[in-house]
C-alpha cells in the first residue's frame, strides 16, 4: 500500500470510534448455510451431475456438537462448520462436513483434527463423510489438503478438499456467475479492512453487489440477504459511506429492494444485541444457581463434619440425619481423619 492510501485510511478511521461488529465466523456460517448448493456447485464441477438437490438438504447442527464438544474448541472461539446431510442423483446419502478456518488461523494440527472428526462421524454414525476445508486468511495462512502417518508397516493417508479464498484470481471469481464467488471475494476484501482507506473498500464492496444483481440470477429475498452478509462482512464505520451503498443498490434495483439495508442491519443487530443480552442473562442466572447449590453442599458437609466430631453415629445414621447419601458422609469422615 503507498504512503498516500496509508494516510487516506488513518483519516478515514480518525476519530471514529472501535464499533464492535459481529464475528465473521457467525456471518460465514449463516451465509453458508442459506447459499449451500451453490457453494456445492463452486467446489464440484459436476455438482448438478452428482447431487440431488430437489431432495434437499439437511443440517445436522446437533449432531455435529456431539463431534466437536465445548472442550474441543479453543477458548472465547466459536465453530463455523457445518455437518449437513445431502442425497446424490443415485439415491445414495452422504454427510458432509466442511470446516471453515477463519482468518489467518494457522494450526499445525489442522489436518489431525479434520482426520479426527471425520472418524468421530464415521465411528458415531456409521455414515461416510466427506470433508471440506475452507481457509478465509491471508497467504501466509497454512493450509493443508491432507493427513499423513506413516510407521512401520502401517500407514495412512487421508486426502480431504481444499480450498483458500486466494486460490482464484478476483476477475476469475466476478466471472463465475455463482453467488459462493462473491462470497469468496467479500472474504478476499474483508482481509483488507484497516489497511485500504475505507472509500476504496466501499467501492469494492459496490462492484461485488454490482455483479450479484446483474446476473439477474437470484430472487430477491436472496439478493437482500448477500446485502445484508456484504454490508456487515466488509465493515465499514462511515455513515456517509454506507448511505450512499444503500442508495446505490436501491437505484439499481429500480427500487425493487423496498426497505434499506441499512435499515436491515441495524434491525437485525438490535435483535443479535438482544439475543446476546438474554444469554448473558442466562448465564448469570445458572451461575447464581451453581453459587447456592455449592453453598448448600459447604453448609451440608459442615453439618456432617460436626456429626462426625461430637457423636459416635455410624455413617448409614448421618446420613439419614443430613439427608444425604452415605458417600457423603463416607467423603466428610475421610476429610476429618486426616486432619
Known sequence: MSKDSKQSADRSSAGKPDIPHRKNDELLKGIFKENF???????????????????GITFL?????????????????RIADLLVKVYLLDGAERWLLVHTEIEGGSDPNFSFRIFQYNYRILDRY???VETIAIFTGDDKQVRPGKYVYD????????????????DHE????????????????????????????????AADRSTIARTLIDTQKYDKDRIISFLIFLKSFIF???????????????????GTIDMGVLEIVKRQEREYGLEKGRIEERARAEQELARAAAERIAEKRSFIRNLINQTDFS?????SIAETTVAMVEDVRAEVAKK
Open 37 to 55: 448448493p451453490d457453494f456445492l456447485r463452486f467446489m464440484y464441477a459436476e455438482a448438478d451431475q452428482l447431487f440431488d438437490f430437489p431432495k
Open 61 to 77: 447442527d446437533k449432531e455435529l456438537l456431539k463431534i466437536i464438544p465445548d472442550r474441543d474448541r479453543k477458548s472465547n472461539t
Open 126 to 128: 456409521q455414515v461416510p
Open 151 to 166: 510407521g512401520i508397516k502401517t500407514s495412512h493417508h487421508f486426502n480431504y478438499l481444499s480450498y483458500h479464498i486466494l
Open 170 to 201: 478476483e476477475g476469475e471469481l466476478l466471472a463465475m456467475d455463482n453467488i459462493f464467488a462473491y462470497i469468496v471475494l467479500a472474504c478476499r476484501k474483508a482481509l483488507l479492512e484497516g489497511k485500504v482507506p475505507e472509500e476504496e473498500l
Open 236 to 254: 465499514i464505520r462511515n455513515n456517509e459511506i454506507n448511505s450512499i451503498f444503500d442508495t446505490y443498490i436501491y437505484e439499481v434495483t429500480g
Open 315 to 319: 455413617d448409614q445414621q448421618i446420613a
